[in-house]
């Protein structure tokens, strides 16, 4: 009995890991619905998240964070009380900084000593230059490194321009301290509001008010990191989503290292004044951990649809990939020559049901040709696609020449040694190539689905 109950659960063990690592990659929006596809999309979710924070090495990437921070938490606070003390709230922010993060009240009063310090020494000569640049430098170092971080993890190759990055950051800048100001300041009219006898019987809810102020302000910070700081668009609900999700872990996070006292004194007792710093790097290398994990998410829950047949496009036969490539080809080509408008990657692989992954990869593979180009659209990050060829003169021998000679040829092999394999290799290729020359590439008849599907956004 109990060998055919282990024999069963095997079973379901197997058919559960089959779906999740195989089956469900193969299930597409168009097959399923309502709440079947809201659960397939989470546990797709839930899997791509796992697997890319593994694969993308995030921990170490944490860390690296976590140095940059720790080089940058000094002028950082430096520029945040100095825009604060130009407005008379130097203190009204440090009281906030220390209710904002109870579990790290002594490593921010160590970070105040070395504040002052820090701008009692811009105030002198030659320091004012450097402390000035040192400043601007480790924190444009830090959100360059953020920055950087998320691209890689939205796979976005193109980077900010300079001026992109010298505006976005001076608003990133100025902001915080400002917002920290307005914060307080709300704080303490809501405050006083509660002892004004005008309003008393609203005292339970702005008791919650204040009690939930910290976690909404801390989903918000969130929300605006995975909106704003990838080079690419991200979408609302997504990067809410994800906001929320990290933020309440941040301030969880918040509450067991604050409920950890025993354990913290034990620190205390081994590394003596030190033990603060040791603390604060944890503290620092979990945060990031959640922020990044925030990321991921985000770009998961975002381009689940990506993944599908995910290991098929991974296995694809030479053959199958031509297939696809003259799909490709022809929907672009003859969209241009019917003077539609240029299509998109999104929308070539929406309309005409081919893997969003796949389609990336061959019009990548086709722009390097010369084979086709990119064409601005209303959207700077979105491009659309038209023939680089003359449509006339485009025949499906001349892509599949342009293809094969596509790429790198300069190894170490001496042709004339493997002289028969060589010449063997290109009249097979010539007399393929000879026979696709006698179709043009806009005369191919396919019966293509509807095209006008609309553009996900990316």
């Known amino acids: 009995m109990t060998t055919a109950k282990q024999k069963r659960w095997q079973i379901i063990f197997r058919r559960a890991y089959r779906f999740v690592i195989y089956d469900m990659w193969r299930i597409t929006g168009n097959e399923v619905s309502g709440g079947r596809h809201f659960f397939i999309n989470l546990a797709k979710t839930i899997y791509l998240s796992i697997q890319r924070f593994v694969a993308d090495d995030l921990v170490a990437q944490a860390g690296a964070l976590t140095f940059n921070t720790l080089l ?7 520029l945040v009380f100095a825009v604060a ?15 904002y993060f109870p579990a790290q009240r002594e490593a921010l009063e ?3 000593i070395f504040v002052d310090s820090y701008l009692a020494q811009t105030k002198n000569g030659i320091f004012v230059g450097v402390g000035i640049l040192f400043l601007i430098w480790s924190i444009v170092a830090l959100l360059n490194s953020v920055e950087t971080t998320f691209n890689n993890i939205w796979q976005v190759s193109e980077r900010r321009s300079i ?3 010298v505006v976005d950051y001076i608003a990133i800048m100025v902001l915080i301290p400002l917002l920290m100001i307005v914060s307080a ?11 004004a006898s005008a309003i008393s019987f609203l005292n339970p809810l702005l008791r919650f008010a204040l009690a939930v102020s910290p976690y909404v302000l801390t989903c918000i910070v969130f929300f605006a990191i995975y909106m704003l700081i990838p080079n690419t668009r991200v979408k609302f609900w997504n990067a809410m989503i994800s906001g929320i999700v990290c933020g309440l872990a941040f301030q969880l996070l918040q509450i067991i290292y604050i409920g950890g006292q025993v ?4 620190y205390n007792a081994i590394y003596g004044s030190f033990a603060f710093l040791l603390l604060l790097l944890l503290w620092m290398w979990i945060s990031w951990l959640i922020c990044l994990f925030g990321a991921v998410l985000t770009y998961s829950s975002q381009n689940v649809e990506k993944f599908n047949f995910d290991k098929e496009i991974k ?3 030479r053959r199958y990939r031509d297939f696809v490539v003259l799909i490709v080809v022809s929907v672009i080509v003859q969209r241009f020559v019917r003077g539609d408008t240029p299509p998109t990657h999104h929308q070539i692989a929406s309309g005409y049901h081919i893997p969003v992954r796949l389609v990336g990869s061959i019009l990548q593979q086709l722009v390097d040709a010369k084979i086709i180009r990119t064409t601005p659209t209303d959207d700077e990050l979105v491009w659309a696609y038209v023939p680089a060829i003359d449509a006339a003169q485009l025949s499906v021998g001349t892509v599949m020449r342009r293809l094969d000679r596509n790429g790198s040829e300069k190894f170490k092999i001496d042709r004339r040694i493997y002289r028969g394999q060589w ?6 290729r010539e007399a393929s190539y000879l026979e696709g020359d006698k179709t043009l590439v806009k005369d191919l008849t396919f019966d293509f689905p509807d095209s006008d599907a609309k553009e996900e956004e990316c």
Do not use: C, E
Request: proline content about 2%; aromatic content about 12%; overall charge positive.
């Open 110 to 112: 160590q970070a105040m």
């Open 423 to 428: 010449h063997a290799m290109l009249d097979v």
């Open 85 to 99: 003390k130009g407005f008379g709230f130097q203190a009204i922010v440090q009281s906030q900084l220390f209710d």
């Open 185 to 195: 300041g709300l704080s303490i009219f809501v405050t006083s509001g509660i002892n």
């Open 315 to 317: 296995t694809i036969s």
């Open 263 to 266: 354990w913290i004194s034990r």
């Open 163 to 165: 001026y992109r990055k």
């Open 72 to 78: 940058a938490i000094v002028p950082a606070l430096a």
